[in-house]
């Protein structure tokens, strides 16, 4: 007995791929969470567009991370808010890192000089999870949390 697939429906006969869906609304995370969608989604198009040598339309994009045009006009455009192994196949698709999606160019230094020092102080004294866990309680005990 031979079993049918079902047709995905899409036009570009990409799978449809679950985990896909609009940006999450909570009470506590809606604001921040639009707002790293729509972020993601202007990192992706500068990736495609802003390339040495060759710019890359959306359908060479689409078609190596297996999505649709449109699902990946919509990301760019910080409409949906796609799965992670959605991201993962467009850094695929781009030649980049996953981390590259999340890097506004901006140095982890010059976004606050005390928690570089801070930063600085961890790997002086090589601290591990459990010494940072620790001098963390110590801070929360000092400062009432």
Do not use: W
């Not at 990409?14 to 940006?23: C, F, M, Q, T």
């Not at 699902?71 to 760019?76: G, K, R, T, V, W």
């Not at 695929?92 to 928690?115: I, Q």
């Amino acid at each position: 007995m031979m079993i049918k697939r079902r047709q995905s429906g899409r036009s570009d006969g990409a799978p449809r791929r679950g985990g896909d869906s609009p940006p999450a609304r909570t009470a506590h995370s809606g604001g921040d969470r639009r707002k790293l969608v729509e972020q993601v989604g202007r990192r992706i198009r500068s990736l495609r567009v802003d390339r040495r040598g060759q710019r890359l339309t959306q359908g060479d994009i689409a078609r190596k991370a297996h999505v649709s045009v449109s699902f990946l006009s919509m990301i760019e455009r910080g409409e949906r808010s796609p799965s992670i192994e959605t991201l993962g196949d467009l850094a695929d698709a781009l030649g980049v890192s996953l981390c590259a999606f999340f890097d506004d160019g901006t140095p982890p230094a010059e976004l606050n000089p005390t928690l570089r020092r801070l930063g600085d102080f961890m790997r002086e004294h090589r601290l591990a999870r459990a010494d940072i866990d620790r001098l963390v309680a110590v801070a929360e005990a000092m400062f009432g949390r």
